[in-house]
T-cell receptor, first 113, second 112 residues
């Protein structure tokens, strides 16, 4: 079944650690996106990609980085986690871009202590 | 940039009541999308609207594409506990845009 997967679902980590949030989709979508969302709040676009080797920064400045080496995989990395990075991170993909809508993963809830 | 304004920001209703929420923009949108986010999950697409004046239903949900192309409405009839969540409107930032613009969300709480 085509879908989009995020791991881990929950992560509690100490300050200064390097972390990678995984996002994979089996739908062959070229376009992928990362959103940051504080509980019950707006969705903020932090990174997006229109295909392999394409990455762009989103509307909200983020200290995280992303890579797109394979179509199906769009990981997000924080080199040195800080408490201010505590949030929910949502990954999404799309075949047609904006008009076609996005398919979202279930998210990773990150807590940095 | 383009913004979508949703109202109300939150709603507290009794089970069985009907719900209405809307989304407005200062600029024209050619597509309107409505998403629902359950607690602890990612948003899921409920309804997509592609034509001004279009009225589309999905079970107890009905959404309309405003004729001015600057607004959209979502109605939920006879609410049930599983309707709880955050409802987002969204649309392409511009014609052919690859990115969606999202509203701030309407949080729906239902008292049994």
């Amino acid at each position: 079944e085509a879908d989009i997967y995020q791991t881990p679902r929950y992560l509690v980590i100490g300050t200064g650690k390097k972390i990678t949030l995984e996002c994979s989709q089996t739908m062959g979508h070229d376009k992928m996106y990362w959103y940051q969302q504080d509980p019950g709040m707006e969705l903020h676009l932090i990174h997006y990609s229109y295909g392999v080797n394409s990455t762009e920064k989103g509307d909200l400045s983020s200290e995280s980085t992303v890579s797109r080496i394979r179509t199906e995989h769009f990981p997000l990395t924080l080199e040195s986690a800080r408490p201010s990075h505590t949030s929910q991170y949502l990954c999404a993909s799309s075949e047609w871009g904006g008009a076609g809508g996005y398919t979202f993963g279930s998210g990773t809830r990150l807590t940095v202590v | 940039g383009q913004q979508l304004n949703q109202s109300p920001q939150s709603m507290f209703i009794q089970e069985g009541e009907d719900v209405s929420m809307n989304c407005t923009s200062s600029s024209i949108f050619n597509t309107w999308l409505w998403y629902k986010q359950d607690p602890g999950e990612g948003p899921v697409l409920l309804i997509a609207l592609y034509k001004a004046g279009e009225l589309t239903s999905n079970g107890r949900l009905t959404a309309q594409f405003g004729i001015t192309r600057k607004d959209s409405f979502l109605n939920i009839s006879a609410s049930i506990p599983s309707d709880v969540g955050i409802y987002f409107c969204a649309g392409p930032g511009s014609t052919g845009a690859q990115k969606l613009v999202f509203g701030q969300g309407t949080r729906l709480t239902i008292n049994p």
